[in-house]
Structures are given as C-alpha cells and as structure tokens.
C-alpha cells in the first residue's frame, strides 16, 4: 500500500505564492505517476499537474506558465509551486500516486488552498 501525505496550503492574497508537498510512504516502488489535483466548492475534481517517474510532466491549461510540479525521488517527495495565484485557484488540492498501468494506488487527504485578499 502506498500512503500520502499533503501540507503547504492556506490562506495567500492574489498574485502571491505557495508551495505544497506530497511525502509518499509505504509500497514506493510500484509508484510511478504522482499528480496534484484540485476540487472547487460545488465542482468536480479535476487535474491540475502530473510528473511520472522518468520526468515527464503534464499540467491543466489553467495554471500553465505559474504552477510547476517537481519530485524528488530521494526523499518521495512531489511539491506543487504555485504563482501568481488567482480566486479561482481557491480549492481543496490532492495528491495522488498511479502505477505503471495509470491505476490509482492513494489519495493524500487533501490541503486546502484559499486566495482572497
């Protein structure tokens, strides 16, 4: 079994900036994707960044040129930057790991993140 572990979010102005990290523990090494997704009150959870284990990385339009997604692999870490960060950001993030076949192995419990001045 894998496990995850989110922290970093909280209350930013818009314009400013966070970092969130993602500690896995447990079964490390059947991970292979480890992603950030974000739910808005009232909307449907939806992917905001991907990194597989090779490097490859993927992001939502949306946050494409401010957020960038990194993972060390030493530590069994993924982080999420966020810059720049507008209201519509506002949402609970999770952090997910998905094997090889792309199948989910863990939710983190998610960290809520809040821009408002």
């Known amino acids: 079994q894998v496990q995850l572990v989110e922290s970093g979010g909280g209350l930013v102005q818009p314009g400013g900036s966070l970092r969130l990290s993602c500690a896995a523990s447990g079964n490390i090494a059947s991970i292979n994707v480890m992603a950030w997704y974000r739910q808005a009150p009232g909307r449907e959870r939806e992917s905001v960044a991907l990194i597989t284990k090779g490097g490859s990385i993927n992001y939502a339009d949306s946050v494409k040129g401010r957020f960038t997604i990194s993972r060390d692999n030493a530590k069994d870490t993924v982080y999420l930057q966020m810059n720049s960060l507008k209201p519509e950001d506002t949402a609970v993030y999770f952090c997910?790991?998905?094997?090889?076949?792309?199948?989910?192995?863990?939710w983190g419990q998610g960290t809520q993140v809040t821009v408002s001045s």
């Open positions: 997910n790991a998905r094997d090889n076949d792309l199948v989910s192995l863990s």
